[in-house]
């Protein structure tokens, strides 16, 4: 057996949710700690939140999880956005501020999210990467706890998270609106997990849907619950009359879409199962019911149905509000920006959609790409964007223009579209007339939506400042409109240097204690590899079901991306009536082709044992 691996300390620009205190290894010492890496942008690392709040109920006099956060974009290395995220997403725990990403380099993360458990005694035991282990922690956490209780060395109590003060504002966190045909508009008040109705001056509640309180619960107005809800779609009035309800709320952490009659607020469940999206990607047509879905960001009417922001799994999907069937629309599942057509096109947690006056194309806020991209005749397009990697705040000639992470879109009768770019704090213009981006407002909360009302005023949803604001009269126009040549940002995660030839990829997969691989509907595993710029792959991009490839760089190609997507399935060994389990993730793992270069790529799917 190898030598066991001491966790190393915990150091970081500040903590939140520990009531002023730095908390260090110690202070853990005697109880499990699963140590979550984390960016506030990624929907993967939001799934995890979620997936690790039943464990930090079920053992609170036992474990401890502390959020380390190591962000992606510029924007998230900002404290104050950071302290307002945690609230925003219902973050519970500790979280240690890590700007410059050292405990994620000390912990050897290489994607996010990643967690790494750490046992009574301050040794690292199992590290992890991706989305979908919860039955494996909860195992590991009862083997954990079992064996120190036995040794003496597990100590019960009280963990160390203090709550923060609760504020007080009328909306918290506002995530879509849409106007009303009749004035005012409809809010997804996300924090407080309702939909409210606003006056046509943006601050007066008039109702709200919804009791606040994060919940699945179907029925009237006054008892309904959601969780999270962000985007919202009104139906056509015929679509309307057929469905029994006029207005599809995206209820994105329950994963789920639900139906409000606006008569009554009554809110049924339309679609989804309420179990996260694990599965295969297929062309058909399904039970809307009977579906899994992801993180349903945003609606759009579109092609004469309900197209949905699937975020959680980078794709378009669509759902029949009157044949009550949902199906995938476009892209891969595999993060990245490639345009096509839709069955081919990669997208990158699209969490906006907004359709021209004319109807034919379908705006998309595609946030982790940075990128404004459109649907129109069957093919997905890009009009300003670069990738994954790329971002800042330049306007101009829109090969040359950076968005930062921008999180909605509104098309105007003019033919351009509006961006709420989010983490700028700016609301954007691009036009196709003349494909140049401009700035019209600027030093915005985090706009993560805009509204044009009926008599031509556009409203931007400030999520982190709680309130809809009004763009100034003549914004728009092109004597409003600013011209910024701001920062460029790249984000430069170490690259991995590899030897051009022959090259050995090994995604390494533990099954969780208890679990065994299950092929009881085929193989077991799963693996997609492709390359940005795809010339760095000469062989060994494709789909297959070992997860280990063989995989040939090309030498004249000095740096690239690896996308790798791997997937494995487990049951519960041994017992009757066995659960079955998806494990499933993404990385883009940088890398550098030079002459001293390593020939194998070692990727963790899942990694229960280390040491």
């Not at 057929?242 to 995206?250: E, H, K």
Request: glycine share 10%.
């Amino acid at each position: 057996m190898s030598a066991r691996v001491r966790a190393p300390e915990l150091r970081g620009r500040a903590w939140l949710n520990t009531g002023g205190k730095d908390l260090r290894l110690t202070d853990l010492r005697g109880r499990v700690a699963v140590l979550d890496f984390w960016t506030f942008c990624c929907i993967n690392c939001l799934h995890v939140l979620d997936e690790l709040r039943p464990l930090e109920e079920k053992y609170a006099d036992v474990l401890v999880v502390i959020g380390v956060h190591s962000p992606k974009f510029e924007h998230e290395k900002d404290p104050e956005a950071l302290a307002a995220a945690v609230e925003r997403y219902g973050v519970h725990h500790p979280v240690l501020d890590d700007p410059e990403l050292d405990m994620w380099q000390q912990y050897a993360a290489r994607a996010w999210p990643t967690l790494a458990v750490v046992d009574p005694e301050g040794y690292v035991v199992a590290t992890m990467a991706g989305e979908g282990h919860a039955e494996g922690l909860a195992r590991l956490i009862d083997e954990l706890v079992a064996t120190h209780e036995a040794k003496g060395t597990l100590r019960r109590g009280d963990g160390p998270y203090v709550p923060p003060a609760e504020p007080r504002t009328t909306l918290r966190f506002p995530g879509k609106a849409v106007a009303l045909p009749g004035g005012g508009l409809l809010v997804s008040d996300s924090a407080r997990h309702r939909v409210v109705e606003l006056a046509d001056d943006g601050e007066t509640v008039v109702r709200s849907v919804g009791t606040g309180s994060r919940g699945r619960v179907d029925g009237p107005a006054g008892a309904a619950t959601f969780s999270e809800p962000q985007g919202l779609c009104l139906l056509p009035e015929h679509v309307a009359e057929v469905a029994g309800y006029d207005l599809v709320v995206a209820d994105t952490v329950n994963h789920l879409l639900r139906g409000v009659r606006l008569a009554t607020g009554e809110v049924v469940t339309v679609a989804g199962t309420g179990r996260q999206w694990r599965s295969t990607v297929d062309g058909h047509a399904h039970d809307a019911l009977s579906i899994d879905l992801s993180s349903p960001w945003d609606l759009a009417w579109y092609d004469d149905r309900i197209v949905i922001a699937m975020a959680g799994i980078h794709q378009l999907w669509w759902f029949d509000p009157i044949k009550r069937t949902a199906g995938m629309y476009a892209g891969t599942t595999v993060e990245a920006l490639r345009d096509g057509p839709l069955a081919e096109a990669w997208l990158a947690q699209p969490s906006g959609l907004s359709v021209s006056a004319d109807g034919t194309r379908l705006w998309v806020a595609d946030s982790e790409t940075s990128a404004v991209r459109y649907v129109e005749n069957g093919v997905l397009g890009t009009a300003v964007g670069q990738g994954l990697f790329d971002f800042g705040h330049v306007d101009g000639p829109a090969a040359q223009a950076l968005l930062q992470h921008p999180l909605g879109v509104c098309a105007l009768p003019d033919g351009s579209v509006l961006v709420a770019d989010t983490y700028n704090g700016a609301v954007r213009r691009y036009d196709p007339a003349t494909d140049r981006v401009s700035t019209v407002a600027a030093d915005l909360g985090e706009p993560s939506d805009l509204v044009l009302m009926p008599d031509g005023a556009v409203l931007v949803v400030e999520s982190s400042a709680h309130r809809i604001t009004r763009l100034a009269p003549g914004a728009l126009s092109a004597a409003g409109a600013d011209t910024v040549d701001g920062p460029r940002h790249r984000t430069e995660r170490k690259p991995t240097g590899l030897a051009a030839g022959e090259v050995v990829l090994d995604v390494v997969f533990t099954p969780a204690p208890g679990q065994k691989l299950d092929e009881t509907y085929g193989p077991s595993t799963r693996l997609v590899v492709s390359a940005s710029p795809p010339e760095l792959l000469l062989e060994g991009a494709g789909t297959g079901t070992d997860l280990s490839r063989r995989l040939v760089l090309d030498g004249a190609v000095a740096n690239g991306v690896l996308q790798v997507t791997a997937q494995a399935a487990t049951c519960d060994a041994d017992v009757e009536h066995a659960a079955c389990h998806l494990t499933r993730q993404d990385w883009g793992v940088p890398v550098r082709v030079v002459p001293d270069g390593g020939s194998r790529l070692p990727l963790v799917l899942r990694g229960m044992d280390a040491g």
